[in-house]
T-cell receptor, first 113, second 115 residues
């Protein structure tokens, strides 16, 4: 079946530090992969996505590359800011299984000045 | 273009009461998904609907929970005879088509508290 395994948090970094949040997946077909961000008390917002192997999604300084050989979609940012503090969710969608999203458990990031 | 609307944002119910959660998808979107987020957990799929049809309800509890998406009006998630374990954030998402590469657009959620 489909599933997403995400690096557990919480993660605390100093401002301008490098960020990596690991995400690996299992899928029955050829999934699309997503990173969503959730700020306190709000819904999820799409951060970036990749729809096929070797695609790189990027947005607001965040990047993730769809690696089929390692079934991974790790999120990276070179220099985090206090405003990046949020919960980050890795997710996949697979049309073979009805288009529902499968989410990881989320990784809480706190960036301190 | 307004985003996905959900109401109420917060809902408090006593055990045994009914909870009704509403979701209006983005304009032009005919695919609606409901997810539940328990404290400290990720989102779990509940149900996928198109107008007047339930496409996939594999994530819905077999009892007390139902969903609809009528021809006119918002999608409704109904929980009958709520119990404390139903306390969670319920998110609605919509998409313009069933293609898996389409992102789903999420509403702000309804936070249900059962006393």
């Amino acid at each position: 079946g489909n599933s997403v395994t995400q690096m557990e948090g919480p993660v605390t970094l100093s401002e301008e530090a490098f960020l990596t949040i690991n995400c690996t997946y299992t899928a029955t077909g050829y999934p699309s992969l997503f990173w969503y961000v959730q700020y306190p008390g709000e819904g999820l917002q799409l951060l970036l996505k990749a729809t096929k192997a070797d695609d790189k999604g990027s947005n607001k300084g965040f990047e993730a590359t769809y690696r089929k050989e390692t079934t991974s979609f790790h999120l990276e940012k070179g220099s985090v800011q206090v405003s990046d503090s949020a919960v980050y969710f890795c997710a996949l969608s697979d049309q073979n299984t009805g288009n529902q999203f499968y989410f990881g458990t989320g990784t809480s990031l706190t960036v301190i000045p | 273009n307004a985003g996905v609307m959900q109401n109420p944002r917060h809902l408090v119910r006593r055990r045994g009461q009914e909870a009704r959660l509403r979701c209006s998808p983005m304009k032009g979107h005919s695919h609606v998904y409901w997810y539940r987020q328990l404290p400290e957990e990720g989102l779990k799929f509940m149900v996928y609907l198109q107008k007047e049809n339930i496409i996939d309800e594999s994530g819905m509890p077999k009892e007390r929970f139902s969903a609809e998406f009528p021809k006119e009006g918002p999608s409704i998630l109904r929980i009958q005879q709520v119990v404390r374990g139903d306390s969670a954030a319920y998110f609605c998402a919509s998409s313009p088509s069933k293609q898996s590469y389409n992102e789903q657009f999420f509403g702000p959620g309804t936070r249900l508290t059962v006393l």
